[in-house]
């Protein structure tokens, strides 16, 4: 195999890594709004956790992402 | 750019002097991404100095540069505590800057030929300066306060003995990562957000060059996709900024109070 198909099929691979951090974002969400919606007194004033864990999910995919363009365009 | 069937998203990320299409030797030369910043620049200090008229009943744009401050100032005091405010100037340069970058970069001024907006924040350099100037902000503030006490920010109170040693070596790594990871964040939200643009665009364009009812049909496709991709970049872009600055006072709070 050359070099530029291994790094077109290498950097889908490693591309798959954004669906998972996408699976993490949505967890992230979704569990805040299960706890949002049984006490959404509480809901305000963790926003600010919500990004954290928001941020921390979402930083993997885009390594994820980099990892991937790095593959990609790499000479 | 693009010929027929020939998509180059990589072309937008550009650096280079106005009017020209690379970059010379010469180490002082006016680029696209200089001239973007002071654009973005403009734009602040005219939205800034719109509302800072310190009327005793605000008008709409004072409101709204009020919303802006109040908002950053709630999240410093919230994250740091009484003397929050004393890291607020950077917090809130750092979120405008990613803010109005962001936006402004998403605009649609290249239908007006040869002004097609350069999204600063999408280059490493802009916000990798910008997450050291943050990490120099926590080290000089830690040090300055606490002296080599600071180095107790490794170990968590109230660790046994044995764990402190496997503890203190994680902690370390994953401070010394905050620094790429925070400018990481808001280069790669960008960054991938204008290739998907980019390859959708032409995606429309390929699609009305091909015509037929699936040329026509992709085309519209597309089309629906990017203006659905353009909104939510708006939103990428505010929320980007947002854990900016929200992350940037959370460890500026590391340094201030230890753990």
């Given at each position: 195999m050359?070099?530029?198909s291994?790094?077109?099929i ?13 699976v993490?974002v949505g967890?992230v ?15 305000g ?16 995919g885009?390594?994820a ?11 | 750019?693009?010929?027929a069937?020939?998509i180059?998203?990589?072309?937008q990320?550009?650096i280079?002097p ?5 970059l ?5 030369q ?5 001239l973007?910043?002071?654009i973005?620049?403009?734009v602040?200090v005219?939205?800034m100095?719109g509302?800072?008229?310190r009327?005793l009943v605000p008008?709409?744009?004072q409101a709204?540069v009020?919303?802006l401050t109040g ?6 005091t ?7 405010r004393?890291?607020?100037?950077w917090?809130f340069?750092a979120f405008?800057f ?8 998403a ?13 600063v924040?999408?280059q490493?350099?802009?916000t990798g ?8 902000i926590?080290l000089?503030v ?7 006490h600071?180095?107790s920010l ?14 203190a070596?994680?902690?370390?790594v994953?401070f010394?990562?905050?620094?790429f990871?925070l400018g990481l964040?808001p280069?790669i939200?960008?960054?991938?957000g204008?290739?998907?643009?980019d390859?959708f665009?032409?995606?429309?364009v ?6 037929g009812?699936v ?9 629906a996709?990017v203006v659905?991709?353009?909104?939510l970049?708006?939103l990428v872009g ?7 600055a929200?992350?940037?006072a959370l460890?500026i709070?590391?340094?201030v109070?230890l753990h």
């Amino acid at each position: 195999m050359d070099l530029a198909s291994a790094q077109v099929i290498g950097a889908g691979i490693a591309a798959i890594g954004v669906g998972a951090a996408g699976v993490g974002v949505g967890f992230v969400f979704g569990s805040f709004l299960q706890g949002a919606l049984r006490n959404p007194a509480a809901a305000g004033g963790q926003t600010g956790t919500l990004y954290i864990g928001f941020a921390a999910a979402e930083l993997l995919g885009l390594m994820a992402f980099a990892v991937s363009m790095i593959i990609l365009y790499a000479r | 750019m693009a010929a027929a069937g020939k998509i180059d998203p990589m072309h937008q990320f550009t650096i280079a002097p106005i009017g020209s299409d690379q970059l010379t030797a010469s180490p002082f030369q006016f680029t696209n991404s200089a001239l973007w910043m002071l654009i973005v620049l403009a734009v602040i200090v005219l939205f800034m100095l719109g509302g800072t008229k310190r009327q005793l009943v605000p008008g709409r744009w004072q409101a709204a540069v009020e919303y802006l401050t109040g908002f950053l100032d709630n999240v410093t005091t919230q994250s740091i505590g009484a003397e929050g405010r004393k890291y607020l100037p950077w917090v809130f340069t750092a979120f405008v800057f990613i803010l109005v970058s962001n936006w402004i970069g998403a605009m649609p001024f290249g239908i007006v030929p040869a002004a097609h907006p350069f999204t600063v924040t999408s280059q490493f350099t802009v916000t990798g300066t910008m997450s050291i100037i943050s990490f120099a902000i926590v080290l000089g503030v830690g040090f300055w306060r606490h002296g080599l006490h600071f180095f107790s920010l490794f170990v968590p109170h109230g660790t046994p003995l044995p764990l402190k040693f496997i503890v203190a070596p994680i902690e370390f790594v994953s401070f010394m990562v905050r620094p790429f990871s925070l400018g990481l964040r808001p280069f790669i939200a960008m960054f991938a957000g204008h290739i998907l643009l980019d390859v959708f665009g032409n995606f429309v364009v390929q699609g009305l060059n091909a015509g037929g009812a699936v040329g026509y049909g992709v085309s519209f496709l597309a089309f629906a996709f990017v203006v659905f991709v353009g909104a939510l970049e708006l939103l990428v872009g505010a929320i980007q900024a947002f854990v900016f600055a929200l992350l940037t006072a959370l460890y500026i709070n590391d340094a201030v109070n230890l753990h």
